[in-house]
C-alpha cells in the first residue's frame, strides 16, 4: 500500500484494530480503507467487523475490505449480513489490491503521489491471467532468493526454490511448471549447463526459461538465448520487468507500463521509518528493487550484514587455488549489493569479478579487494549500528505475559501456514522474549524462516508454544 501512495500502519489482531480505527477517529484522522484478514486468534476479522460497525461515535466509518486465505464464498457465507465493502484472497495481487481499494473508495480514476511505474489496465488484466502460475526459482544467492520470492508472492504467483542446476532439474521431475527463473551462475551445476541438460528432454521443449543474471555485459543476452534460455533478466530484478516478462512467456503476450507524474514521496517515506543514513547507498535505488516494500528492503539490508566475512572468504578461496570460487563469490555480492543500492559496492565486485575471470595477476586482485573491502567495511558498519538501533528498541519493550506471548505465537503460526512471507517480521516480536526465557530453539527457529523452511519452523514453533504453555503451570 506504501507504494500506492497510502499512509499506513499495521495492527496485530482484530481488537487492535479497533482500538486504533476509533482513537484516529477521535483525533479528526478517521481511516479511509481497511484490510482486515479474517482467521486472527481469538478476536478474528468478523468480529472486529461488527465492533466497528456498532461504534457509533465513528464521524466516518472507515471502507472495510476482507483478507482471506478461504474462498470469497466461504467467507460471504460466514459473514452473512454484515456489510463488507470487498474480499481479497490471498495470494493477493497488488493490481488486485488497488483495483479493490479504489473501487470500495469509489476512485477508479486515482493515481497515487510518487513516480512509480504502474501497469495499464490491460497489463493488470494480462496478469490475473497467470496469477496461480507455478514458478521454478533457480538461484543460490540469499538475498536474490527472498527479493524474488516476495515479489512473486505479492503478485499470487506460486514458486519452488532450487539452489542450484541440479536441484533445479529434479524439482522438473517432480512437478510441472509454468517457466523457470534461472541464475546463470550457480554452484554445482550452473543456469547454461542446466538449461542444456532441460532442452534435451523432449518434455520441456516449450518450457519459458528466462535467465537471471547481475552480468548486463553486452552480448550476455545472446548468449542465454543460444543456450537455449527463452528470455534474460539483468538483476536487480524490478517487479514491473519481472512481471512483464513472466505474462510475455507464458502468455505470449507483451504489456507495457505507464510512468505517473508526480513527484515522489520517497524523502518523506525515509524519514518516517527512521532509515540509517548511510552515503554510499542510494536507497531510492533499492526501495524501487523492493518494489516500496519498507519491510522488505529493510530484511534486505539486515542480512547484507552477512557479507562482513567476505574478504576472508575470498582470499582463502584464492589460497586454495579456487578461482572459480572466488569469482562467484564476487559475482554473488555484486547482485546483493545492487539490490540494497550499494552501487559503489557493486561495481567493485563487479571489477573483481572480471579480475577473477581473466585470471590475472595476484596484485591486481588484491588491490581492488583491498578498495571493495574499505567501502564494505564502511557500509555494513552502518548497518550493524542501524541493527543495534533497533534490536535495543525492542529490548526495552516490557517483557510478555505467557498470554500474550501465546497470542504473538499463534499469529507467526498462522502466517508460517499461509507461506506468508511476512513470517520473518512476525517472529521479531517474539524473537527478544523467547531469548529471555531461555529458549535455545529460537536462532535456529530464525534459520528456519529466513530459509523458507516453513514446514519444519511450524513444527519447532508448536514444540516452543508447548514448553511456553507448561510455564503457565
Given at each position: ?35 482486515m484478514d479474517w482467521k486472527m486468534p481469538e478476536f478474528d476479522g468478523l468480529q472486529a467487523v461488527r ?423
Amino acid at each position: 500500500m506504501l507504494g500506492f501512495g497510502f499512509h499506513t500502519k499495521m495492527a496485530e489482531n482484530g481488537w487492535e484494530a479497533v482500538k486504533e480505527i476509533k482513537y484516529a477517529d477521535s483525533h479528526q484522522r478517521p481511516y479511509g480503507p481497511v484490510l482486515m484478514d479474517w482467521k486472527m486468534p481469538e478476536f478474528d476479522g468478523l468480529q472486529a467487523v461488527r465492533e466497528i460497525n456498532n461504534e457509533v461515535s465513528l464521524s466516518r466509518p472507515p471502507v472495510i475490505l476482507m483478507v482471506t486465505a478461504y474462498s470469497a464464498a466461504e467467507l460471504e457465507e460466514v459473514a452473512g449480513d454484515l456489510p463488507l465493502n470487498g474480499v481479497l484472497v490471498k495470494p493477493i495481487n497488488p493490481s488486485a489490491l488497488l483495483d479493490t481499494t479504489l473501487r470500495a473508495l469509489g476512485k477508479q480514476g486515482f493515481l497515487p503521489s510518487g513516480n512509480i511505474p504502474l501497469l495499464t489496465a490491460t497489463s493488470r488484466d494480462a496478469i490475473e491471467t497467470i496469477k496461480g502460475s507455478r514458478i521454478l526459482v533457480a538461484e543460490d544467492n540469499e538475498i536474490n532468493q527472498e527479493l524474488i520470492i516476495e515479489l512473486l508472492t505479492e503478485a499470487g504467483i506460486l514458486y519452488e526454490l532450487a539452489e542450484n542446476g541440479q536441484e533445479a532439474l529434479d524439482w522438473l521431475d517432480k512437478q510441472t511448471f509454468d517457466a523457470v527463473l534461472m541464475d546463470v551462475h550457480m554452484p554445482v551445476m550452473d543456469g547454461f549447463t542446466a538449461t542444456h541438460r532441460i532442452r534435451e528432454d523432449g518434455r520441456f521443449n516449450k518450457l519459458p526459461i528466462i535467465a537471471t543474471t547481475a552480468n548486463a555485459l553486452a552480448g550476455d543476452r545472446q548468449r542465454c538465448l543460444d543456450a537455449g534460455m527463452s528470455d534474460y533478466l539483468s538483476k536487480p530484478i524490478h517487479i514491473q520487468q519481472l512481471l512483464m516478462t513472466l505474462v510475455k512467456a507464458i502468455t505470449g503476450q507483451a504489456i507495457s507500463l505507464i510512468q505517473t507524474e508526480k513527484t515522489s514521496d520517497l524523502e518523506n517515506l525515509l524519514a518516517e521509518e527512521k532509515l540509517p543514513v548511510i552515503s554510499s547507498v542510494d536507497m531510492k535505488a533499492g526501495l524501487m528493487v523492493a518494489n516500496y516494500n519498507m519491510k522488505l528492503y529493510r530484511r534486505l539490508l539486515k542480512k547484507f550484514i552477512r557479507n562482513e566475512t567476505f574478504q576472508q572468504e575470498f582470499i582463502e578461496a584464492l589460497n586454495r587455488g579456487e578461482i572459480i570460487i572466488a569469482e562467484r563469490m564476487a559475482h554473488t555480492l555484486k547482485g546483493s549489493a545492487g539490490n540494497i543500492g550499494a552501487t559503489k559496492i557493486q561495481v567493485l565486485a563487479a571489477e573483481l569479478q572480471n579480475l577473477c575471470a581473466e585470471n590475472v595477476a595476484m596484485d591486481n586482485i588484491m588491490t581492488v579487494l583491498h578498495v571493495l573491502q574499505t567501502e564494505l567495511d564502511s557500509v555494513i558498519t552502518s548497518l550493524k549500528e542501524f541493527d543495534n538501533y533497533e534490536a535495543d528498541a525492542q529490548g526495552n519493550t516490557q517483557c510478555l505475559d505467557n498470554k500474550t506471548l501465546k497470542k504473538h505465537i499463534d499469529s507467526l503460526m498462522m502466517l508460517l501456514q499461509e507461506n506468508d512471507t511476512e513470517a520473518g517480521e512476525s517472529f521479531s516480536a517474539v524473537q527478544t522474549e523467547l531469548v529471555e526465557r531461555g529458549f535455545e530453539e529460537v536462532n535456529e527457529l530464525m534459520k528456519m524462516i529466513d530459509d523458507y523452511d516453513f514446514e519444519a519452523a511450524i513444527e519447532l514453533l508448536a514444540k516452543i508454544k508447548t514448553l511456553v504453555s507448561k510455564q503457565d503451570a
